[in-house]
Antibody
Framework: EVQLVESGGHLVQPGGSLRLSCAASGFTFKNYDMNWVRQAPGQGLEWVSYINSGSTAIYYADSVKGRFIISRDNAKNSLYLQMNSLRDEDTAVYYC?????????????WGQGTQVTVSS | DIQMTQSPSSLSASVGDRVTITCRAS??????LNWYQQKPGRAPKLLIYAASSLQSGVPSRFSGSGSGTDFTLTISSLQPEDSATYYC?????????FGPGTKVDIK
């Protein structure tokens, strides 16, 4: 069974940093592209970042470019999101999502999400 | 960046109704368009990928069509469990974007 489990979310002050993790199991992690997607309270989905299977292609939303860093460790079946210079507007549930093979960039499995709250 | 719009923003329909949601991209995106369903407190669920391909396990009452800039998601016969918010999602550019969502309620 495919499982994605996010962790690392909690309350942080503006300007602070946080590192999210996503532990993958039930599939060959190294073969799949991955994404981070977030959802602010009461709002829609916002794509945050993408990394391909070999970490050779990395993309970011303009809203996080220069502040967030996506990475992965295929030996540990893990995806990460290093979040720096956090702002109030980064408050959201953060989901990791698996890129579907041959799925035109869609995400076929999602974690349950981890809550990040940025507040003083 | 490619902007996505959806209409309507919300709708209310009866069980058995045919429901259509439209999604428009600010520039041509070929068929790099996906549809997700999200219920409150839950992660999104992939329904349709590449504009018209039904994800495994998704009921056949869901269908997608379109190419270029205009896309539709159709629920052929609305069921109570289809009450949710639906999002389109483009993956044509290196900056992916979601539409604002369409909330579907059951009358």
């Amino acid at each position: 069974e495919v499982q994605l489990v996010e962790s690392g979310g909690h309350l942080v002050q503006p300007g602070g940093s946080l590192r999210l993790s996503c532990a993958a199991s039930g599939f060959t992690f190294k073969n799949y592209d991955m994404n981070w997607v977030r959802q602010a309270p009461g709002q829609g989905l916002e794509w945050v970042s993408y990394i391909n299977s070999g970490s050779t292609a990395i993309y970011y939303a303009d809203s996080v470019k220069g502040r967030f860093i996506i990475s992965r460790d295929n030996a540990k079946n893990s995806l990460y999101l290093q979040m720096n210079s956090l702002r109030d507007e980064d408050t959201a549930v953060y989901y990791c999502a698996r890129g579907m093979l041959g799925g035109s960039g869609s995400s076929d499995y999602w974690g349950q999400g981890t809550q990040v709250t940025v507040s003083s | 960046d490619i902007q996505m719009t959806q209409s309507p923003s919300s709708l209310s329909a009866s069980v058995g109704d045919r429901v259509t949601i439209t999604c428009r991209a600010s520039q041509r995106i070929s068929s790099y368009l996906n549809w997700y369903q999200q219920k409150p407190g839950r992660a999104p669920k992939l329904l349709i990928y590449a504009a018209s391909s039904l994800q495994s396990g998704v009921p056949s009452r869901f269908s997608g069509s379109g190419s270029g800039t205009d896309f539709t998601l159709t629920i052929s016969s609305l069921q109570p469990e289809d009450s949710a918010t639906y999002y389109c999602h483009q993956t044509y550019s290196n900056i992916f974007t979601f539409g604002p969502g369409t909330k579907v309620d059951i009358k």
